[in-house]
């Protein structure tokens, strides 16, 4: 075989493997491309149904846990992001009152550092009086009842709308003072004081 042809020969074969290689790459992107990370709206993102995905992080693999069946009420299906049962008020499948289940406010205790009370802060508030004080309240909670630990010889003014149902404040010893909230828009507390014994 001449020269000549083995070189036509030759030509042919890499014109035929250059064409199978354009072939194959041919609109693909390359690892560099922008696309493969920017953050965009995805073109399909509609209800249909998806197989769960791995992603990995760090070495870490993740399952993508995003809807794997049909959106339903069913036991198999999904959910839908509007589902009413999202929103809806009913009652806890587990209905049982526990310690931790409650308000912090309902369990905290706070000192007042000058005469204004934030029902909302706490269940419990104390307080050394050091001169008279009148005070004040804000953020009432309708049926809240909070407890006033006070002592100091010093007169105690309390809010216009308290309505003080038994006891009297003493100086001598630490009072507790029970408020009850019984109205907000009018503000109507009823107030118990008691001593230590």
Known sequence: MSLQTQISSLATRIGQECKSLWTAVNGKVADTDSRLTDARTPTEHGNEKHSSTFIT???VT???LNANGD???GASQVAAG????FTDNRTPTDDSVTYTKI???LKSSSAISASAIDWSTAGVFTKTLSANTTFTFSNLQLNKVITLVLSG???VTMPS???VISGEYD???TNYIQLHCTNTSTPVVWCVISQEA
Do not use: L, M
């Open 57 to 59: 992080s760090g070495g």
């Open 62 to 64: 993740y399952e993508n």
């Open 71 to 73: 959106v339903g009420t």
């Open 82 to 85: 509007n589902d009413s049962r």
């Open 103 to 105: 308000a912090n406010d």
């Open 153 to 155: 010889n010093y007169t």
């Open 161 to 163: 709308g308290v309505k």
């Open 171 to 173: 100086g001598s010893t």
